[in-house]
């Protein structure tokens, strides 16, 4: 399976840290003091962001018969 790649947008803030967010899912909004550490805080922010939407979505579908498939990117 192909890994999905997403853009982050970063700016250095007046504080001296770094703050980004996720392009194609504006939702996910970190900062860090580095490079690294605000891609590893906006990998988690990401992760938070996909996990809140899944759960609202379930909610959503509760007491309904679905079918649930994974989907592939190639």
Known sequence: MKKMNYTAIIEKSEDGYYVGQVQEIPEAIAQGKTIDELNQNLL???QLVIDYHREQTLRQYEGHK???RKLNFA
């Open 44 to 46: 988690d922010a990401l």
């Open 66 to 68: 679905i079918i649930r």
